[in-house]
């Protein structure tokens, strides 16, 4: 159970990283993984002073200030249980890391002075405690900022160095100098081991973050679908179906011997307008005539039927040689700039152009109508229109291009350009979910 007080709590020390995921950001990751690796460095470091009281008391007993020593060796446990069962929030990450490192190597050159420096019987050896500078840098590595390692590997040497020259009688140079290089190329180690780590931290954060990302767009995107499913079916067939009701009204409300020929007439032509409004729509929202038929006669159809409801004529060019991986988004493509054509452009004349060469597929479709409008594109993405914009993402995500401007004298030309799989296979995969803009959507 935790207590807490003020800005510090107290709560049994746990191994791992937060049950509550953290903010979603870096710097969160960051303060959770340090909080996480000073609780596992304080339980290591602890265990280490006891193993050495152990050995300072069976094996390489202090020459000088044996009670000072022992009194320190068990204050840096008192600290370090202290820091395994508390979290300040206002403690920053590079505190927490470099802040142990300091009193580690306070504790041990301290020690280590204050003893001689030799054991009792010898002095062609260091006592226990100049081996602990080699695990300064090592529990140092926990942490990832490859600059406190380092450090944690430069002071240790230095506090080696002084506190050898230090000591009396002076230890053997020759010793000295070795266990001070070795010391200096573990500590290289541990600064590359964490330069490593926080890179791969680093990538990890990048992936989920772009995960992130991607996970807005398709959220967008689906959004835009059920936006543009709801727009045809408002814009299109429920007004024949309304228009119908009323011819049927005007039907049932006759009187007996009252001519209806024409109602009906109207009645019938409506429920066909209705019905090829919702073929239409079907088509575009779910277009399995690209896999039954193939992309030209798909788009032919398409056009054709766009036409009709737009009233304006076609210019249509197709060189395709089979089928490709990116004919579905193609002619998603194609239903988006057909549809905002319908909608938007009052066209009289539209020009549609595919293209597909062994490394490239291109679609283009250029009309004669009003045009964009300046802003009109970043006006329909801040009111929630996204079709440009995830057109483009999707375009270039592959690797390809996508361009919509203006022409002269008057109308708008859209394109996509989309690379292929070299040895491409005779059918693509699942297209991505949503829908992409076309001209001014």
């Keep these: 159970m935790a207590r807490e007080y003020g800005s510090v709590r107290f709560a049994l020390p746990v191994f ?7 903010d979603g950001s870096v710097g969160a990751v960051m303060r959770d993984h340090t909080w996480l690796a000073l609780r596992i460095q304080s339980a290591a470091r602890i265990g280490i002073v006891l193993v050495v009281f152990t050995m300072n008391m069976t094996v390489f007993p202090p020459r000088e ?18 820091l395994l069962l508390a979290q300040w929030d206002r403690l920053t990450p590079v505190v927490a890391s470099l802040g142990p490192v300091v009193l580690d190597l306070a504790a041990i050159t301290t020690v280590l002075m204050l003893t001689g420096g030799f054991p009792k019987d010898t002095s062609k050896y260091i006592t ?17 900022f490859p600059y406190v390692t380092a450090f944690a590997g430069a002071a240790s040497v230095v506090a080696y160095l002084g506190a050898a020259i230090a000591a009396e009688p002076a230890p053997d140079w020759v010793y000295l100098i070795s266990h001070a290089s070795f010391l200096a190329m573990v500590s290289l180690c541990c600064v590359l081991f964490s330069a490593i780590q926080r890179s791969r931290v680093s ?9 992130s990302e991607l996970l807005g767009q398709v959220i967008s995107l689906e959004e835009d679908e ?17 228009a119908a009701k009323l011819d049927a009204e005007e039907i049932s409300e006759a009187r007996p011997g009252e001519d209806v020929r024409e109602a009906l007439v109207r009645l019938e032509a409506t429920l066909e307008d209705a019905a090829r409004q919702l073929r239409f729509s079907v088509t575009e929202l779910h277009p399995d005539q690209v ?62 152009g595919v293209d597909v060469t062994d490394r490239t597929a291109r679609l283009e479709v250029v009309d004669d109508g009003k045009g964009i ?6 006006a329909k993405a801040a009111a929630g229109h996204i079709g440009v914009s995830s057109q483009r993402v999707r375009a270039e995500g592959m690797g390809g291009r996508f361009t919509l401007e203006n022409v002269q004298p008057r109308g708008t030309a859209a394109a996509i350009e989309l690379p292929l799989r070299p040895g491409h296979p005779d059918r693509s995969p699942d297209p991505e979910p949503g829908p992409g803009p076309g001209p001014g959507g």
């Design 16 to 22: 791992r990283r937060t049950d509550t995921p953290p």
């Design 65 to 82: 200030h044996a009670t000072i020593a022992y009194v320190i060796e068990w204050s840096v446990v008192v600290v370090y249980l202290f």
């Design 128 to 144: 226990l405690f100049d081996d602990l500078y080699f695990l300064v840098p090592i529990v140092a590595a926990f942490q990832l």
């Design 203 to 211: 990538t990890i954060a990048d992936l989920v973050r772009q995960r």
């Design 226 to 242: 059920r936006r543009k499913i709801s727009e045809v079916l408002h814009d299109g067939a429920l007004q024949s179906v309304l």
């Design 291 to 352: 896999e039954l038929a193939g992309l030209e006669r798909a788009l032919r159809s398409l056009f054709e039927e766009g036409a009709a409801r737009g009233g304006f004529e076609l210019d249509m060019e197709f060189r395709i040689a089979g089928p490709t991986p990116v004919d579905e988004l193609i002619f998603r493509a194609a239903g988006e700039f057909l549809s905002n054509v319908v909608k938007h452009a009052e066209a009289g004349r539209v020009r549609v």
């Design 373 to 378: 409008a300046p802003g009109q594109l970043a």
